[in-house]
């Protein structure tokens, strides 16, 4: 199966927003500081995986 870069980096930005998300509700709030975390986590996995090139099947 193969799949597309850009669906590849969305589905690694959607798993890394979600686990900062689930870290900063812990404490039963959310701040600010939290959010730039949840936000560079984000674009940061968007932009790490999409920059890395997919391997084929047989590589």
């Not at 193969?2 to 870290?23: C, D, E, I, N």
């Not at 404490?27 to 084929?56: C, H, M, Q, R």
């Amino acid at each position: 199966m193969r799949v597309s870069t850009f669906a590849k980096a969305v589905a690694a930005a959607l798993a890394a927003g979600a686990a900062a998300v689930a870290t900063a509700v812990q404490d039963g709030s959310f701040t600010t500081g939290e959010g730039v975390t949840v936000a560079l986590a984000v674009l940061g996995a968007l932009g790490i995986t999409y920059a890395v090139p997919n391997k084929g099947a047989g590589a």
